[in-house]
């Protein structure tokens, strides 16, 4: 039976049978060795990557989005003469220059039509060639086909991971929404009781050691699911023995008055990456990738409440020391009608799945063969063609 530690806030519930919170945004981390990281972020609600990327320069973009397009003169920023950034994410311009961020425009999972949250997450998640093909999480896959890769601990505070992690792999789960506030007498009475058992002693002891960083990471923080104080957190478990991490912002789901809801979520990204470049050090950023998916993308026109729909081709983030960023990537389909997914959605060029293969083979040495029969069954994969790698 697979072990699960929990956090000291909920360790006592465990024991007490007593109800967890419920959980907000999961973190999950996997031990494997090596010097290398990679974190995974799923942009929960579809990320609408032509508002965050936009192709300015290409005078349809106005055309069907009159109220949300922008050009340099009203606040975008310029990346490379054609797309330009979102002014939201302008603390992310230094990565940009400095070669550590970059942007896959036109991918997708195989996921077509239907739209739905729920599908499209699900296959982004599993990595399958369509819906409920698979039934485990890619990168909990991947950590069985990282060579000399060694069972990591398992946490698990609100029953499951996130279905990317979720598998045969045990993985550690921690939740920012879980606090029962133990007293130091309860502390000392469950370490004596538990001190005669070796693995639950030392589960106790590693969960009461976790909780007090996160203690200290999220004091003074607003909310305990903000981005900043989760990757902060997240930054601290790659310092040790953790090597993969992924957790989740939502918010994406832009149908109506896109221009402002769409600021909260932005902030919320732009503040993580950020804070995992800063609290993981020049060192360790210099071995780590991060990777910002989606489950699909959004219509190419606004709609009638200045929003956007749910489309197909959408937007990854590439990010670390790792990258090789300062680049918009992907074969741009164009924004004539006649180049649109059915006359409504940017056309996927490319498959995200492919970037994710790119990614773990660079960091973790997978092999093709293992990417894409055990990781990505039935991937079309060329390794050679990933611009955005290092090396």
Request: overall charge negative.
């Amino acid at each position: 039976m697979e072990k699960f530690l929990l956090s000291r806030r909920m360790f006592l519930a465990s024991a007490c049978c007593a109800a967890a919170s419920p959980l907000i945004t999961p973190m999950s981390f996997a031990a494997a060795p090596g010097e290398n990281r990679m974190v995974t972020i799923v942009l929960r609600g579809a990320l609408d990557g032509l508002h965050l990327v936009q192709p300015y320069a290409d005078p349809l973009l106005k055309q069907y989005r009159p109220d949300l397009a922008l050009d340099p003169a009203s606040g975008l920023i310029d990346l490379d003469g054609y797309f330009g950034l979102h002014p939201t994410a302008a603390d992310l311009l230094p990565l940009w220059k400095s070669g550590e961020l970059g942007f896959i425009h036109a991918v997708s999972t195989p996921y077509r039509d239907a739209r739905s949250h729920f599908d499209g997450q699900d296959i982004l998640e599993t990595g399958g060639e369509h819906v409920a093909a698979e039934d485990t999480g890619w990168l909990n896959r991947a950590l069985s086909s990282i060579p000399r890769s060694r069972s990591s601990k398992a946490i698990d505070v609100n029953a499951s991971a996130e279905l990317i992690l979720t598998g045969p792999n045990p993985v550690d789960v921690w939740s920012t929404q879980s606090d029962l506030n133990i007293e130091p007498d309860e502390l000392t009475f469950f370490s004596r009781l538990y001190k005669n058992d070796p693995a639950f002693a030392k589960a106790f002891g590693e969960a009461v050691g976790a909780d007090t960083d996160a203690d200290n990471v999220f004091n003074g923080e607003q909310r305990k699911d903000d981005p900043a104080g989760i990757a902060k957190l997240t930054a601290g478990m790659l310092k040790g023995d953790y090597r993969i991490a992924n957790f989740s912002i939502g918010g994406w789901d832009t149908h109506i008055g896109q221009r402002n809801i769409f600021n909260r979520p932005l902030k919320g990204l732009v503040r993580a990456i950020t804070a995992l470049k800063a609290d993981l050090g020049p060192d360790l950023w210099s071995k780590t990738a991060i990777l910002a998916i989606t489950e699909f993308g959004r219509t190419v026109r606004q709609n009638g409440s200045k929003g956007t729909d749910h489309g197909t081709g959408g937007l990854a983030i590439v990010a670390g020391g790792a990258i090789r960023g300062g680049k918009v990537y992907g074969k741009w389909p164009g924004l004539k009608d006649a180049q649109l997914f059915e006359s409504r959605d940017l056309m996927a060029t490319g498959d995200v799945r492919e970037v994710a293969a790119a990614l773990l083979n660079a960091q973790f040495d997978i092999s093709a063969g293992d990417l894409t029969s055990k990781v990505f069954p039935g991937l079309s994969l060329d390794l050679r063609g990933q611009a955005f790698l290092r090396g």
